[in-house]
Every structure is written in structure tokens, then in C-alpha cells.
């Protein structure tokens, strides 16, 4: 382990922890104001709630336990170091901006606007973690474990795992109101490719 804190880079760590914080701005200030169905483990958790009454408490630790312990096996200790910082960050961050009132009350009847600029604080936050090789969430996890595996960008595992689930979730959720988080996964999903893509300099940002 000692090994593994060798390999750590300040600047990495920074950026986690700015990705972080913008996506828990994001989530308090716009999706949770908004209330759009997301795709992912959350909307799996719900799924299996309404159908089969598992707590998304339960479901949703065992999901995200697998998902990193995927990560730790197929990218290594810094990975899982790297998401525990990221995630922590996140805790944090929210339980800060939740000491405050949201910045956008009335998003709720906008969905589409909602939607348009949830997409863009997800993208660019989780691109960030992403890019430096942590994972905030068990979502991204699994998309950066897929990555290594199958011949797919990331961009798409996300559109993918995310549709899959939107899908299922349609046996119970209106289509008016999956329309909306289907905007919002593929928005954030092509942002998080993007992300990966753009050269910000290999000193400031490189995949560990």
C-alpha cells in the first residue's frame, strides 16, 4: 500500500476533489431540485424496489461493493484510493451545500433545461474524476472496469448500462418522465468521452 501512495500525484488528487465538488453542486442544485428518474445503479435500486421491495439501503451498498471490487481487479489499488478520495469528497461537499438553500428551486418545472445542465455538471465532474482515474460513484466504476475489457469508449458503456436500465424502468415509469433522463445519460455520457479526449496538458491530467 505504501507503494501505491508513492504513485499519487497532488495535482490528481486536486482535481478529484474539484470533480467532486461539482458534482455534488450539481446533484443538490439541480437533480434533486428536479426530481429526473435517473439510469445506472440508482435507477436499478428503484427498479428492484418497486418490483421486488428491496431496500435500494441493501441493493444499492452490494451493487456499488461490486462494482469497485471489479475496479480494484481489473485497475489496480490506485484506482480504489483514488474513488475513495472521490467519493469521500463528494460526502462532503454535499453535506456542505446542503447547509445552504438550493440556487434553483423552481428548476422542477423546467425538465428540460434541467435536464440540458444536470447532463453538464455530471459530465464534466465525473470526467474529470474519471480522467485522473478515480470513480465518485459505483457507476463510474463499472464503466471504467468495462472500458478495459470491451472494445467500447467509455461514452458508450455509460449510454449502454444507463438505457438498459431506463428500459426496464419504463415497466413502471412513464414514458413522459424517462424521456427526460434519457436526455440527461446521453448528454452526460458523450461529456465524460469528451473529457477524455480533450488534451489539458499530460502534467495537469493523466490517466494513472
Known amino acids: 500500500m505504501r507503494s501505491v501512495f508513492k504513485e499519487m500525484k497532488l495535482s490528481s488528487v486536486l482535481l478529484l476533489l474539484i470533480g467532486s465538488a461539482i458534482l455534488a453542486f450539481g446533484l443538490y442544485n439541480i437533480h434533486a431540485m428536479s426530481n429526473v428518474t435517473e439510469g445506472g445503479i440508482l435507477g436499478l435500486t428503484l427498479f ?52 445552504f438553500e438550493p440556487l434553483f428551486p423552481d428548476i422542477g418545472t423546467k425538465p428540460l433545461l434541467a435536464a440540458v445542465v444536470g447532463a453538464l455538471f455530471v459530465g464534466v465532474s465525473v470526467g ?50 424517462i424521456m427526460y433522463s434519457l436526455l440527461t445519460v446521453i448528454l452526460s455520457g458523450q461529456i465524460i468521452g469528451i473529457m477524455q479526449k480533450i488534451q489539458f496538458g499530460k502534467e495537469v491530467l493523466s490517466v494513472q
Open 48 to 99: 428492484l424496489e418497486h418490483w421486488f421491495g428491496i431496500s435500494p439501503s441493501v441493493s444499492g451498498f452490494i451493487l456499488t461493493v461490486l462494482c469497485y471490487f471489479l475496479g480494484w481487479k481489473l485497475l489496480g489499488k490506485l484506482f480504489l484510493v483514488y474513488s475513495f478520495i472521490s467519493s469521500i469528497g463528494f460526502s462532503v461537499f454535499y453535506g456542505i451545500f446542503e447547509q
Open 128 to 177: 474529470l474524476c474519471v480522467r485522473v482515474g478515480g470513480a465518485p460513484t459505483g457507476d463510474d466504476a463499472l464503466a471504467m472496469s468495462l472500458e478495459q475489457v470491451l472494445p467500447l469508449d467509455i461514452q458508450w458503456i455509460y449510454l449502454i448500462s444507463d438505457l438498459v436500465v431506463l428500459l426496464i424502468s419504463l415497466t413502471y415509469i412513464p414514458v413522459s418522465k
